[in-house]
């Protein structure tokens, strides 16, 4: 199950809102943060993040990846080569 963007901004909404309680109930100043903000800067975040992801899951910078993508390339090689079936797949 994913949490989207929505979820995590409403819920950074409710904690922001108990802080803001507390704070009203102590007597100190409260913070003022625009609902709007808070939901662009998650909405940015998860940009940034699927980003980064994505170009990660794409890339090999592993040694362990390096070697799994020559595998990969080997297996796709020994399939179009009609020598290693004896010439029937």
Do not use: C
């Amino acid at each position: 199950m994913k949490v989207t963007a929505g979820t995590i901004a409403r819920t950074i909404i409710l904690i922001v809102a108990l802080i803001n309680q507390t704070l009203v109930i102590s007597g100190r100043e409260v913070i003022n943060i625009p609902d709007d903000n808070i939901y662009q800067t998650v909405s940015l975040l998860f940009t940034i993040g699927a980003s980064i992801l994505t170009w990660w899951k794409n890339n090999s910078f592993t040694n362990k990846a390096k070697e799994a993508d020559k595998y990969l390339k080997s297996l796709k090689n020994s399939e179009n080569d009609p020598n290693i079936y004896g010439g029937a797949k």
